[in-house]
């Protein structure tokens, strides 16, 4: 089994940084592709940002593009979401999720297997 636990989220101003972790343990060898997630309050889960297997290849919704960075550190089984320029859509609660597919990592919520329980991430204007 994998757990996955994230860490970082609070408040920030408009404009603001914040720095979300995610901490995987368990079988962590079958986990290829690591993403980010958010939801905000009375919206669906919306896909963030994704990594591959060592990090050749990320995906990023367009939203965030050119404003979050996301990687990964494979010693300490951590994958880390950097948000800079944040803004107040940007408030949501911030989800890890894992998957042992290999290749170009997914923007789908259906392919990712494993999930963590969630950061809150609150950005005011």
């Known amino acids: 089994q994998v757990q996955l636990v994230e860490s970082g989220g609070g408040l920030v101003q408009a404009g603001g940084s914040l720095r979300l972790s995610c901490a995987a343990s368990?079988?962590?060898?079958?986990?290829?592709?690591m993403a980010w997630f958010r939801q905000a309050p009375g919206k669906e889960r919306e896909f963030v940002a994704s990594?591959?297997?060592?990090?050749?290849?990320?995906k990023y919704a367009d939203s965030v593009k050119g404003r979050f960075g996301i990687s990964r550190d494979y010693a300490k089984n951590t994958v880390t979401l950097q948000m800079n320029s944040l803004k107040p859509e940007d408030t949501a609660v911030y989800y890890c999720?894992?998957?042992?597919?290999?290749?170009?990592?997914?923007?789908?919520?259906?392919?990712?297997?494993?999930w963590g329980q969630g950061t809150q991430v609150t950005v005011s204007s």
């Open positions: 990594i591959s297997w060592r990090g050749v290849s990320t």
């Open positions: 999720a894992a998957s042992p597919r290999f290749g170009v990592p997914s923007m789908l919520e259906n392919e990712y297997e494993y």
């Open positions: 368990g079988r962590t060898d079958s986990l290829y592709t």
